[in-house]
């Protein structure tokens, strides 16, 4: 699985944007990217996934650059509650293994 | 409502003492997966389960167990040979015993503490 590189903290203000970005200059092209995120003494929760174009669901947007070796997760309107650490995991679809989660970017959204 | 349910939240063990963690789902997900987490650290896999009978070590499956004799059920057993097995354990299942990357469920966690 190709190697992830993400800060390790990030400020936001309630209301604003949150852009998360994520390096992944090793990436293959059968290899997804995901973004999951955990709150604090929770389990890890599914956010999005995406090959190589942009997508968006209810909860948040990816952007995946053209030659695919970075992304941004944005949270277009972070609240309070948004405030988790936010995992970027690269991986081919359907493996033999198990997801493995690095350390994250812990975002802290303020009001 | 559906999902996955973990007991204890808390367990205090003695230390030279084995311990059960529970993890039941009614996903009907096939895959299941034990994670364990240090403060400040993200998750390392121990122990995964894509089909019931079966299961695989992690990158820390020392000192730890499981079993999968249900579908519903994979229970971690922490032995005594766990050197530092004080920490946080996640249990998690997945869709379909072929591992998409998305659509993993947790549970909420046990924090075993050894006393």
């Known amino acids: 699985d190709a190697k992830t590189t993400q800060p390790p903290s990030m400020d936001c203000a309630e209301g604003r944007a949150a852009n998360l970005p994520c390096n992944h200059s090793?990436?293959?092209?059968?290899?997804?990217v995901y973004w999951y995120r955990q709150i604090h003494s929770q389990g890890p929760q599914y956010i999005i996934h995406?090959?190589?174009n942009n997508e968006t669901n209810e909860m948040a947007s990816l952007i995946i650059t053209e030659d695919r070796k970075s992304s941004t997760l944005i949270l277009p309107h972070a609240t309070l509650r948004d405030t988790a650490v936010y995992y970027c995991?690269?991986?081919?679809?359907?493996?033999?293994?198990?997801?493995?989660f690095g350390k994250g970017t812990t975002l802290s959204v303020s009001s | 409502d559906g999902g996955i349910t973990q007991s204890p939240k808390y367990l205090f063990r003695k230390e030279g003492q084995n311990v059960t963690l529970s993890c039941e789902q009614n996903l009907n997900h096939d895959a299941m997966y034990w994670y364990r987490q240090d403060p400040g650290q993200g998750l390392r896999l121990i122990y995964y389960?894509?089909?019931?009978?079966?299961?695989q070590k992690g990158d820390i499956a020392e000192g730890y167990s499981v079993s999968r004799e249900k579908k519903e059920s994979f229970p971690l057993t922490v032995t005594s040979a766990q050197k530092n097995p004080t920490a946080f354990y996640l249990c998690?299942?997945?869709?379909?015993?072929?591992?998409?990357?998305?659509?993993?469920?947790f549970g909420s966690g046990t924090r075993l503490t050894v006393v």
């Open positions: 090793t990436i293959s092209g059968n290899e997804y």
């Open positions: 995991i690269v991986r081919v679809h359907q493996a033999g293994t198990a997801l493995i």
């Open positions: 998690a299942s997945s869709i379909s015993g072929r591992n998409r990357g998305y659509g993993y469920t």
């Open positions: 389960s894509q089909i019931v009978n079966d299961f």
């Open positions: 995406g090959l190589k």
